[in-house]
Protein backbone atom coordinates (compact mmCIF):
# COMPACT_ATOMS: atom_id res chain seq x y z
CA UNK A 1 0.00 0.00 0.00
CA UNK A 2 1.30 3.47 -1.07
CA UNK A 3 0.88 4.54 2.43
CA UNK A 4 2.10 8.69 1.06
CA UNK A 5 -0.89 8.34 -1.71
CA UNK A 6 -3.29 7.32 1.01
CA UNK A 7 -5.27 8.13 4.18
CA UNK A 8 -4.13 5.12 5.45
CA UNK A 9 -1.55 4.35 8.85
CA UNK A 10 -0.56 2.07 11.06
CA UNK A 11 -1.63 4.39 14.11
CA UNK A 12 -4.06 6.99 13.84
CA UNK A 13 -3.22 8.89 16.98
CA UNK A 14 -6.30 11.43 18.09
CA UNK A 15 -4.50 14.67 19.81
CA UNK A 16 -0.73 15.86 20.50
CA UNK A 17 -0.32 16.19 23.91
CA UNK A 18 2.70 14.22 25.72
CA UNK A 19 0.52 10.38 24.99
CA UNK A 20 -0.08 10.79 21.44
CA UNK A 21 3.40 12.76 20.69
CA UNK A 22 5.09 9.97 22.74
CA UNK A 23 2.76 6.81 20.82
CA UNK A 24 3.70 8.79 17.83
CA UNK A 25 7.66 8.61 18.03
CA UNK A 26 7.58 5.20 19.50
CA UNK A 27 6.09 4.23 16.71
CA UNK A 28 8.38 5.64 14.09
CA UNK A 29 11.31 4.61 15.78
CA UNK A 30 9.84 0.96 15.42
CA UNK A 31 9.22 1.78 12.03
CA UNK A 32 5.86 2.52 11.40
CA UNK A 33 3.56 5.32 10.41
CA UNK A 34 1.18 7.32 12.29
CA UNK A 35 -0.93 10.73 11.82
CA UNK A 36 -1.52 12.29 15.11
CA UNK A 37 -5.09 14.80 14.67
CA UNK A 38 -4.41 18.03 17.24
CA UNK A 39 -7.68 19.68 16.62
CA UNK A 40 -5.37 22.91 18.17
CA UNK A 41 -3.39 24.82 15.79
CA UNK A 42 -0.23 23.64 17.53
CA UNK A 43 0.75 20.66 19.84
CA UNK A 44 -0.75 20.61 23.57
CA UNK A 45 -2.70 24.36 22.74
CA UNK A 46 -3.52 24.84 26.06
CA UNK A 47 -0.65 24.49 29.36
CA UNK A 48 -1.07 21.98 31.27
CA UNK A 49 1.80 20.47 33.78
CA UNK A 50 4.96 22.27 33.96
CA UNK A 51 6.63 19.97 36.45
CA UNK A 52 8.26 16.34 36.75
CA UNK A 53 10.65 14.10 37.55
CA UNK A 54 13.63 13.70 35.31
CA UNK A 55 12.72 10.04 34.33
CA UNK A 56 14.71 7.59 32.15
CA UNK A 57 11.61 8.08 29.90
CA UNK A 58 12.23 11.42 29.47
CA UNK A 59 15.55 11.32 27.54
CA UNK A 60 14.33 8.48 25.78
CA UNK A 61 11.91 10.55 24.32
CA UNK A 62 13.34 13.71 24.40
CA UNK A 63 16.45 13.61 24.23
CA UNK A 64 19.50 13.02 27.16
CA UNK A 65 19.53 15.82 29.18
CA UNK A 66 17.03 17.79 27.44
CA UNK A 67 14.31 18.43 30.74
CA UNK A 68 17.36 19.90 32.54
CA UNK A 69 18.38 22.23 29.94
CA UNK A 70 15.04 23.72 29.55
CA UNK A 71 14.11 23.36 33.51
CA UNK A 72 14.29 24.74 36.99
CA UNK A 73 15.47 22.00 39.49
CA UNK A 74 13.09 22.08 43.04
CA UNK A 75 14.37 20.68 46.17
CA UNK A 76 11.55 17.55 46.00
CA UNK A 77 9.86 19.16 49.18
CA UNK A 78 6.28 19.06 49.43
CA UNK A 79 4.39 20.88 52.12
CA UNK A 80 1.14 19.67 53.45
CA UNK A 81 -1.00 22.34 55.41
CA UNK A 82 -3.94 21.22 57.30
CA UNK A 83 -7.32 23.10 57.02
CA UNK A 84 -7.01 26.93 58.03
CA UNK A 85 -3.50 26.37 57.80
CA UNK A 86 -3.00 25.55 61.21
CA UNK A 87 -0.53 22.57 61.00
CA UNK A 88 1.84 21.17 58.33
CA UNK A 89 3.91 18.37 57.33
CA UNK A 90 6.43 17.85 54.79
CA UNK A 91 7.62 15.16 52.97
CA UNK A 92 10.14 14.69 50.13
CA UNK A 93 10.61 13.03 46.41
CA UNK A 94 13.07 10.73 45.87
CA UNK A 95 13.81 11.58 42.28
CA UNK A 96 15.46 15.39 41.36
CA UNK A 97 12.41 17.38 40.22
CA UNK A 98 11.76 20.06 37.25
CA UNK A 99 9.91 22.75 36.62
CA UNK A 100 9.79 24.37 32.94
CA UNK A 101 7.35 26.15 30.42
CA UNK A 102 4.81 23.83 28.90
CA UNK A 103 5.57 25.51 25.62
CA UNK A 104 9.26 24.48 25.44
CA UNK A 105 8.24 20.94 26.84
CA UNK A 106 5.78 20.16 23.80
CA UNK A 107 7.41 22.02 21.34
CA UNK A 108 10.04 19.42 21.62
CA UNK A 109 7.56 16.56 21.54
CA UNK A 110 6.69 17.96 17.58
CA UNK A 111 10.42 18.46 16.66
CA UNK A 112 11.08 15.14 17.52
CA UNK A 113 8.26 13.83 15.80
CA UNK A 114 8.45 15.62 12.67
CA UNK A 115 12.11 14.31 12.66
CA UNK A 116 11.03 10.90 12.75
CA UNK A 117 8.36 11.59 9.59
CA UNK A 118 5.47 11.52 12.18
CA UNK A 119 2.17 12.92 9.85
CA UNK A 120 0.67 15.86 12.34
CA UNK A 121 -2.32 17.00 11.52
CA UNK A 122 -3.42 20.56 13.05
CA UNK A 123 -6.38 22.40 13.42
CA UNK A 124 -8.37 18.56 12.61
CA UNK A 125 -10.82 17.72 15.04
CA UNK A 126 -11.95 14.50 15.43
CA UNK A 127 -15.64 14.08 15.76
CA UNK A 128 -16.43 10.49 15.54
CA UNK A 129 -14.49 6.89 15.12
CA UNK A 130 -15.46 3.95 11.92
CA UNK A 131 -16.29 1.07 12.30
CA UNK A 132 -16.13 -2.02 10.09
CA UNK A 133 -17.92 -5.44 11.67
CA UNK A 134 -17.46 -4.01 14.86
CA UNK A 135 -13.81 -3.27 15.03
CA UNK A 136 -12.87 0.41 15.44
CA UNK A 137 -10.96 1.34 11.85
CA UNK A 138 -10.23 4.82 12.02
CA UNK A 139 -11.87 8.27 12.82
CA UNK A 140 -13.93 11.37 11.23
CA UNK A 141 -12.45 14.46 12.04
CA UNK A 142 -12.96 18.58 10.83
CA UNK A 143 -11.03 20.64 9.45
CA UNK A 144 -10.17 24.17 10.08
CA UNK A 145 -13.04 25.11 7.06
CA UNK A 146 -15.88 22.57 8.58
CA UNK A 147 -15.23 19.89 5.96
CA UNK A 148 -15.09 16.31 7.41
CA UNK A 149 -12.40 13.66 6.79
CA UNK A 150 -11.74 9.78 7.35
CA UNK A 151 -8.46 8.86 8.15
CA UNK A 152 -7.76 4.80 8.15
CA UNK A 153 -5.69 2.81 10.38
CA UNK A 154 -4.46 -0.71 11.96
CA UNK A 155 -5.11 0.74 15.57
CA UNK A 156 -7.14 4.21 17.00
CA UNK A 157 -5.21 5.64 19.91
CA UNK A 158 -7.32 7.88 21.59
CA UNK A 159 -5.01 10.63 23.31
CA UNK A 160 -7.48 13.27 23.54
CA UNK A 161 -7.22 13.72 27.61
CA UNK A 162 -9.75 14.79 29.43
CA UNK A 163 -12.35 15.51 26.84
CA UNK A 164 -11.99 11.44 25.60
CA UNK A 165 -13.40 11.91 22.31
CA UNK A 166 -13.53 8.39 20.89
CA UNK A 167 -13.76 7.24 24.80
CA UNK A 168 -16.40 8.89 25.11
CA UNK A 169 -18.56 7.41 22.52
CA UNK A 170 -17.47 3.55 23.88
CA UNK A 171 -19.34 4.37 26.90
CA UNK A 172 -16.13 6.34 29.46
CA UNK A 173 -18.04 8.11 31.43
CA UNK A 174 -15.64 11.17 31.91
CA UNK A 175 -18.07 12.41 34.52
CA UNK A 176 -16.99 10.14 36.87
CA UNK A 177 -13.08 10.56 36.12
CA UNK A 178 -13.14 14.49 35.69
CA UNK A 179 -12.27 17.06 38.80
CA UNK A 180 -12.41 20.72 38.19
CA UNK A 181 -8.80 22.43 38.13
CA UNK A 182 -7.38 26.13 38.12
CA UNK A 183 -4.40 26.56 36.41
CA UNK A 184 -3.16 30.09 37.46
CA UNK A 185 0.64 31.51 37.34
CA UNK A 186 1.66 34.39 39.01
CA UNK A 187 4.75 36.55 38.98
CA UNK A 188 5.73 39.35 41.41
CA UNK A 189 4.61 36.87 43.72
CA UNK A 190 5.24 37.66 47.47
CA UNK A 191 7.40 35.11 48.22
CA UNK A 192 11.51 34.20 48.66
CA UNK A 193 12.76 30.98 47.46
CA UNK A 194 14.92 30.46 49.88
CA UNK A 195 12.52 30.50 52.46
CA UNK A 196 9.55 28.88 50.53
CA UNK A 197 10.99 26.41 48.56
CA UNK A 198 9.24 23.95 48.42
CA UNK A 199 5.76 22.78 46.88
CA UNK A 200 2.85 23.57 49.08
CA UNK A 201 -0.83 21.84 49.44
CA UNK A 202 -3.51 23.38 51.47
CA UNK A 203 -5.76 20.70 52.35
CA UNK A 204 -10.03 22.55 51.95
CA UNK A 205 -12.34 20.35 53.62
CA UNK A 206 -16.20 20.82 53.34
CA UNK A 207 -18.33 22.83 55.13
CA UNK A 208 -15.54 25.06 56.10
CA UNK A 209 -15.91 28.00 53.79
CA UNK A 210 -18.08 30.65 55.10
CA UNK A 211 -18.43 32.06 51.63
CA UNK A 212 -19.27 28.83 50.00
CA UNK A 213 -20.67 26.04 52.52
CA UNK A 214 -21.41 23.16 50.09
CA UNK A 215 -18.04 23.41 48.05
CA UNK A 216 -16.78 20.51 47.49
CA UNK A 217 -13.19 19.33 49.45
CA UNK A 218 -10.44 20.86 47.55
CA UNK A 219 -6.52 21.48 47.52
CA UNK A 220 -4.98 24.75 46.90
CA UNK A 221 -1.56 24.00 45.74
CA UNK A 222 1.19 27.01 45.07
CA UNK A 223 4.35 25.77 43.17
CA UNK A 224 7.55 28.32 43.67
CA UNK A 225 9.21 29.04 40.45
CA UNK A 226 12.38 31.08 39.74
CA UNK A 227 12.72 34.93 39.29
CA UNK A 228 9.25 35.37 41.50
CA UNK A 229 6.85 33.41 39.92
CA UNK A 230 4.49 30.61 40.62
CA UNK A 231 2.34 28.20 39.08
CA UNK A 232 -0.66 27.94 41.48
CA UNK A 233 -4.52 26.50 41.54
CA UNK A 234 -6.82 24.94 43.10
CA UNK A 235 -7.81 21.04 42.48
CA UNK A 236 -11.49 20.15 43.46
CA UNK A 237 -11.69 16.80 44.69
CA UNK A 238 -14.53 14.92 43.18
CA UNK A 239 -14.11 11.30 44.28
CA UNK A 240 -15.71 11.09 47.31
CA UNK A 241 -18.57 14.02 46.52
CA UNK A 242 -21.15 11.28 44.97
CA UNK A 243 -21.28 10.11 48.79
CA UNK A 244 -21.19 13.44 50.33
CA UNK A 245 -24.50 14.63 50.72
CA UNK A 246 -23.38 18.12 51.99
CA UNK A 247 -21.57 18.90 48.89
CA UNK A 248 -22.88 20.68 45.98
CA UNK A 249 -21.51 20.10 42.23
CA UNK A 250 -20.31 23.57 41.27
CA UNK A 251 -20.72 25.53 38.19
CA UNK A 252 -17.39 27.04 36.35
CA UNK A 253 -18.49 30.70 38.18
CA UNK A 254 -19.07 29.79 41.39
CA UNK A 255 -15.67 27.85 41.39
CA UNK A 256 -13.82 31.20 40.12
CA UNK A 257 -15.63 32.71 42.76
CA UNK A 258 -14.70 30.89 45.59
CA UNK A 259 -10.79 30.66 44.13
CA UNK A 260 -10.97 34.55 43.80
CA UNK A 261 -11.74 34.44 47.63
CA UNK A 262 -9.26 31.86 48.45
CA UNK A 263 -6.74 34.16 46.37
CA UNK A 264 -7.94 37.11 48.76
CA UNK A 265 -8.16 35.19 52.23
CA UNK A 266 -7.01 31.76 52.67
CA UNK A 267 -4.67 31.44 55.93
CA UNK A 268 -1.23 30.72 54.45
CA UNK A 269 -2.27 30.69 50.98
CA UNK A 270 -3.51 34.33 50.30
CA UNK A 271 -0.17 35.73 51.56
CA UNK A 272 1.51 34.84 48.23
CA UNK A 273 -0.88 36.97 46.19
CA UNK A 274 0.09 40.39 48.07
CA UNK A 275 1.24 42.62 44.93
CA UNK A 276 1.29 39.83 42.17
CA UNK A 277 0.51 39.76 38.91
CA UNK A 278 -2.02 37.01 37.12
CA UNK A 279 -0.33 36.37 34.13
CA UNK A 280 -2.49 33.15 33.43
CA UNK A 281 -5.85 31.77 34.71
CA UNK A 282 -7.99 29.24 33.39
CA UNK A 283 -10.26 26.44 34.76
CA UNK A 284 -10.04 23.09 33.23
CA UNK A 285 -10.43 19.11 34.04
CA UNK A 286 -8.02 16.72 35.31
CA UNK A 287 -9.11 12.86 34.90
CA UNK A 288 -8.16 11.95 38.42
CA UNK A 289 -11.05 11.33 40.73
CA UNK A 290 -10.99 7.52 38.79
CA UNK A 291 -8.63 5.20 36.58
CA UNK A 292 -10.67 4.12 33.38
CA UNK A 293 -11.96 0.70 33.86
CA UNK A 294 -11.12 -0.66 30.27
CA UNK A 295 -7.91 0.69 28.42
CA UNK A 296 -10.32 -1.13 25.71
CA UNK A 297 -12.94 0.28 25.18
CA UNK A 298 -13.96 -1.71 21.60
CA UNK A 299 -11.81 -3.71 19.43
CA UNK A 300 -9.17 -1.41 17.39
CA UNK A 301 -9.20 1.49 19.73
CA UNK A 302 -6.83 2.26 22.84
CA UNK A 303 -7.42 5.01 25.60
CA UNK A 304 -3.91 6.78 26.50
CA UNK A 305 -2.67 8.86 29.47
CA UNK A 306 -5.36 11.31 30.39
CA UNK A 307 -8.11 9.74 28.77
CA UNK A 308 -7.74 7.02 30.80
CA UNK A 309 -7.25 8.43 33.81
CA UNK A 310 -3.51 7.15 33.89
CA UNK A 311 -2.63 9.56 36.34
CA UNK A 312 -0.92 9.70 40.15
CA UNK A 313 -3.80 11.32 41.66
CA UNK A 314 -1.45 12.86 44.96
CA UNK A 315 -0.14 15.69 43.39
CA UNK A 316 -2.02 15.46 40.14
CA UNK A 317 1.02 14.51 38.38
CA UNK A 318 0.52 12.50 34.36
CA UNK A 319 3.01 13.60 32.73
CA UNK A 320 5.25 10.74 33.52
CA UNK A 321 2.28 8.23 33.04
CA UNK A 322 0.62 9.38 29.91
CA UNK A 323 4.39 8.88 28.43
CA UNK A 324 5.29 5.35 29.87
CA UNK A 325 1.78 4.04 29.07
CA UNK A 326 1.95 5.59 25.85
CA UNK A 327 4.90 3.96 24.81
CA UNK A 328 3.98 0.84 26.45
CA UNK A 329 1.19 0.40 24.30
CA UNK A 330 2.40 1.56 20.84
CA UNK A 331 5.09 -0.50 21.73
CA UNK A 332 3.06 -4.05 22.46
CA UNK A 333 1.01 -3.49 19.48
CA UNK A 334 3.94 -2.84 17.03
CA UNK A 335 5.31 -6.04 17.97
CA UNK A 336 1.92 -7.50 16.73
CA UNK A 337 1.90 -5.70 13.94
CA UNK A 338 5.42 -6.78 12.34
CA UNK A 339 4.26 -10.40 12.80
CA UNK A 340 1.44 -9.64 10.36
CA UNK A 341 3.97 -7.59 8.21
CA UNK A 342 5.90 -10.62 8.14
CA UNK A 343 3.71 -12.22 6.60
CA UNK A 344 0.90 -10.58 5.12
CA UNK A 345 0.48 -7.06 3.16
CA UNK A 346 -0.46 -4.16 5.81
CA UNK A 347 -4.07 -2.61 5.64
CA UNK A 348 -7.43 -2.84 7.45
CA UNK A 349 -7.87 -6.33 6.73
CA UNK A 350 -5.74 -7.45 9.31
CA UNK A 351 -7.42 -5.75 11.73
CA UNK A 352 -9.87 -8.54 12.64
CA UNK A 353 -6.86 -10.75 13.72
CA UNK A 354 -5.10 -7.67 15.36
CA UNK A 355 -7.93 -7.71 18.18
CA UNK A 356 -9.66 -10.79 18.69
CA UNK A 357 -11.12 -11.04 22.06
CA UNK A 358 -7.90 -13.47 23.26
CA UNK A 359 -5.84 -10.44 21.85
CA UNK A 360 -7.51 -7.49 23.68
CA UNK A 361 -7.18 -9.83 27.10
CA UNK A 362 -3.74 -10.41 26.11
CA UNK A 363 -2.18 -6.91 25.84
CA UNK A 364 -4.58 -5.87 29.16
CA UNK A 365 -3.06 -8.39 31.12
CA UNK A 366 0.82 -7.53 30.25
CA UNK A 367 -0.08 -3.54 30.63
CA UNK A 368 -1.53 -4.44 34.46
CA UNK A 369 1.79 -6.70 35.04
CA UNK A 370 3.71 -3.05 34.27
CA UNK A 371 5.38 -1.26 36.93
CA UNK A 372 3.88 1.90 36.27
CA UNK A 373 -0.06 -0.09 36.46
CA UNK A 374 0.43 -1.35 39.65
CA UNK A 375 2.21 2.14 41.15
CA UNK A 376 -0.89 4.00 39.65
CA UNK A 377 -3.41 1.69 40.97
CA UNK A 378 -1.75 1.53 44.10
CA UNK A 379 -1.85 5.47 44.19
CA UNK A 380 -5.62 5.38 43.61
CA UNK A 381 -6.31 2.85 46.07
CA UNK A 382 -4.27 4.86 48.67
CA UNK A 383 -6.01 8.11 47.97
CA UNK A 384 -9.42 6.57 48.10
CA UNK A 385 -8.76 5.56 51.61
CA UNK A 386 -7.20 8.74 52.59
CA UNK A 387 -9.77 10.90 51.12
CA UNK A 388 -12.43 9.12 52.77
CA UNK A 389 -11.14 9.50 55.81
CA UNK A 390 -10.71 12.95 55.25
CA UNK A 391 -13.27 14.07 53.40
CA UNK A 392 -16.19 12.30 53.77
CA UNK A 393 -15.33 10.94 57.59
CA UNK A 394 -13.99 13.83 59.05
CA UNK A 395 -15.31 16.21 56.69
CA UNK A 396 -14.73 20.05 58.47
CA UNK A 397 -11.42 21.81 59.76
CA UNK A 398 -11.94 21.04 63.65
CA UNK A 399 -12.18 17.12 63.25
CA UNK A 400 -9.01 17.14 60.59
CA UNK A 401 -6.79 19.12 62.16
CA UNK A 402 -8.14 16.79 65.75
CA UNK A 403 -6.22 14.29 63.36
CA UNK A 404 -3.81 15.56 61.85
CA UNK A 405 -0.83 13.44 63.20
CA UNK A 406 -2.59 10.08 61.60
CA UNK A 407 -3.15 12.08 58.20
CA UNK A 408 0.59 13.18 58.32
CA UNK A 409 1.30 9.37 58.15
CA UNK A 410 -0.37 8.81 55.23
CA UNK A 411 1.06 11.51 52.70
CA UNK A 412 4.57 10.11 53.90
CA UNK A 413 3.63 7.53 51.98
CA UNK A 414 2.17 9.33 48.75
C1 LIG B 1 -3.56 22.58 35.78
C2 LIG B 1 -2.81 21.30 35.57
C3 LIG B 1 -1.60 21.11 36.21
C4 LIG B 1 -0.90 19.92 36.04
N1 LIG B 1 0.30 19.78 36.66
C5 LIG B 1 1.05 18.67 36.43
C6 LIG B 1 2.37 18.57 36.92
O1 LIG B 1 2.91 19.48 37.56
N2 LIG B 1 3.05 17.42 36.68
C7 LIG B 1 2.51 16.39 35.95
O2 LIG B 1 3.19 15.37 35.75
N3 LIG B 1 1.27 16.49 35.45
C8 LIG B 1 0.53 17.59 35.65
N4 LIG B 1 -0.72 17.72 35.09
C9 LIG B 1 -1.25 16.58 34.32
C10 LIG B 1 -0.65 16.50 32.91
O3 LIG B 1 -0.66 17.77 32.30
C11 LIG B 1 -1.47 15.53 32.08
O4 LIG B 1 -1.56 14.30 32.79
C12 LIG B 1 -0.85 15.32 30.72
O5 LIG B 1 -0.87 16.51 29.98
C13 LIG B 1 -1.62 14.23 29.97
O6 LIG B 1 -1.19 14.14 28.64
P1 LIG B 1 -2.20 13.64 27.51
O7 LIG B 1 -1.43 13.67 26.25
O8 LIG B 1 -2.83 12.38 27.94
O9 LIG B 1 -3.37 14.71 27.47
P2 LIG B 1 -3.33 16.27 27.13
O10 LIG B 1 -2.05 16.87 27.53
O11 LIG B 1 -4.59 16.85 27.70
O12 LIG B 1 -3.42 16.33 25.53
C14 LIG B 1 -4.62 16.07 24.85
C15 LIG B 1 -4.53 16.70 23.47
O13 LIG B 1 -5.69 16.28 22.71
C16 LIG B 1 -6.22 17.40 21.99
N5 LIG B 1 -7.64 17.12 21.71
C17 LIG B 1 -8.69 17.12 22.59
N6 LIG B 1 -9.83 16.80 21.94
C18 LIG B 1 -9.50 16.60 20.64
C19 LIG B 1 -10.24 16.25 19.47
N7 LIG B 1 -11.58 16.05 19.53
N8 LIG B 1 -9.60 16.13 18.29
C20 LIG B 1 -8.26 16.34 18.22
N9 LIG B 1 -7.49 16.71 19.29
C21 LIG B 1 -8.11 16.80 20.48
C22 LIG B 1 -5.97 18.57 22.96
O14 LIG B 1 -6.00 19.81 22.29
C23 LIG B 1 -4.57 18.22 23.51
O15 LIG B 1 -3.55 18.73 22.70
C24 LIG B 1 -1.43 18.90 35.23
C25 LIG B 1 -2.65 19.08 34.56
C26 LIG B 1 -3.33 20.27 34.73
C27 LIG B 1 -4.63 20.47 34.01
Known sequence: MDIENSNFYNFVIVGAGPAGLTAGITAARLGLTSIILERGGLAGPKPRGEGMANMPIVDEILGEGYLPSIGFKSNGG?????????????????????????????????????????????????IEPIEKHGITIGVKYKNMDGQIHEVLGNAVLDCSGFEGVIGKRYGIDYTKMNCPIIKCLISNANFNIKENPDLEFFLLGNGDLNYSREFPPCVAYFFPLENRRAEVGLMLRMAQVPNMKTVMIPDNEEILRVWNEIKENYPGFSVFFKNCNIDYEEITSLPNAKIAEKFVPNPGVVILGDS??????????????????????????????????????????????????????????????????????????????????????LRTSDKINKKWDYIASLLNQA
Open 78 to 126: RVWHSPNDLQITTTYRKEDHYFFEWRKFIDRFTEVANALGVKLLFNSTV
Open 308 to 393: AGFINPFGSSGLYYSMEMAKFWAGMITQDLEDFIKSKKLGIEINENLWTFNKIENYTIKFEEQHIYKEVKHMYNLIGAFEYKIFNR
